[in-house]
C-alpha cells in the first residue's frame, strides 16, 4: 500500500503541487502517491476527517483553507503558531501537527537560489493576508534592516505590525505612504494576481530594488513583475521556486527526507 498524500483547495485544478511531489517521491524513491482534492467552502473539516479516517498520511492546504486549517489543527509548529495560518497537515494518530512552510519556502528562493541574502535589507512586503502572514516570521529570522508591511487598508498592515512587532523591526502603512521609499527587496503577497489586476502602488518604490519578487507565477512574467520592470527593477522572480522550496519542507516534516530541489524547479519552469 502506499502512503497517500492530497493537496486540498477551492479552486484546485491549477495546482502544481501533485507534480512537484510526484517527482520527489520518485526523486528519494518513496512509497507514496499525492493527489489533488476539491473541498466544498463549506466542508474543509468534514473532507479533513474523512481523509484521515481513510488513513491519509497529511496534507497541503491552500486557498482559501488556511486559516481553518489553523483552528483545526490539534497541535502547531512555532512558525504555524506565530503566522496563525497553516499549509501542512501530517496526521499523528488522531491528532493533526498543522505547520506552514511558505515563509521557509520564500527565504530559501531569495537565498538559496537567487542568491541575495536577506540580512541587513530594506524589505517591502505588500499585502496583508495570509500570504503575507505566513512569510513574515521566516523573513525577520533572517535579520533584515526593515520590514515595511503595506496594504490597501492600512488597519490590516498596522495589525501585522503589532503581531510581529516582537520579531524585528517592522513598519507599516498604506500602499501610498511608501511612495518615494528605497527597498532592496520588494515581495507582491497581495491576492491582485488571481485576479489579473494590480496592487495600486507607487511606481518609483522599485527604481533602487536588487530583486522584486512576486509570489504568483505563470508561463510568462506577471503583470506585477512587467510593472516592476517597466519602472526600473533590476531583477524579478516568480513564485515557481517558493512553490517547489515550500514543497520540499512539507516533503521534509512528512517523510524525513530533503529532496533536491533545483532540478525540480528547472523542470516545472520548462513545463508552464
Known amino acids: 500500500m502506499l502512503d497517500r498524500y492530497i493537496v486540498i483547495g477551492n479552486p484546485i485544478s491549477h495546482s502544481k503541487s501533485p507534480f512537484i511531489h510526484t517527482a520527489f517521491a520518485q526523486q528519494t524513491r518513496q512509497a507514496m502517491e499525492y493527489a489533488a482534492l476539491l473541498a ?3 466542508g474543509f473539516k468534514a473532507t479533513v476527517k474523512n481523509f484521515q479516517l481513510l488513513g491519509g498520511k497529511g496534507m497541503n492546504i491552500t486557498v482559501p483553507f488556511k486559516l481553518e486549517a489553523y483552528r483545526l489543527s490539534t497541535r502547531l509548529t512555532e512558525r504555524a503558531n506565530v503566522a496563525q495560518a497553516v499549509n501542512t497537515f501530517r496526521f499523528d494518530g488522531d491528532g493533526i501537527l498543522g505547520d506552514n512552510t511558505d ?5 530559501r528562493d531569495i537565498e538559496s537560489n537567487l542568491s541575495i541574502p536577506i540580512e541587513g535589507k530594506r524589505i517591502l512586503l505588500l499585502g496583508a493576508g ?8 521566516p523573513l525577520l529570522q ?13 488597519h ?3 495589525a501585522l505590525k503589532i503581531q510581529f512587532d516582537v520579531y524585528g523591526n ?6 501610498t505612504e511608501f511612495s518615494g521609499k528605497k527597498f532592496d527587496i ?15 502602488i507607487p511606481v518609483d518604490i522599485f527604481i533602487h530594488a536588487n530583486l522584486v519578487y512576486d509570489m504568483m507565477y505563470s508561463s510568462k512574467p506577471t503583470r506585477f513583475l512587467a510593472l516592476a520592470t517597466q ?13 517547489v522550496e515550500q514543497a520540499a519542507e512539507s516533503f521534509y516534516l512528512w517523510r524525513n527526507i530533503k529532496p533536491q530541489t533545483k532540478p525540480i524547479i528547472a523542470l516545472l519552469k520548462a513545463l508552464i
Open 170 to 175: 517592522i513598519t507599516a502603512g498604506n500602499f
Open 142 to 154: 533572517k535579520k533584515p534592516l526593515q520590514l515595511s508591511i503595506a496594504n490597501r487598508t492600512r
Open 103 to 107: 515563509g521557509i519556502g520564500l527565504v
Open 231 to 243: 519602472n526600473g527593477a533590476s531583477r524579478i522572480a516568480d513564485g515557481i521556486g517558493m512553490l
Open 130 to 137: 495570509g500570504a503575507a502572514r505566513g512569510v513574515i516570521l
Open 156 to 158: 490590516k498592515a498596522e
Open 40 to 42: 466544498p467552502l463549506d
Open 186 to 200: 520588494i515581495i507582491n503577497a497581495t491576492s491582485a494576481g488571481l485576479h489579473d489586476e494590480l496592487p495600486i
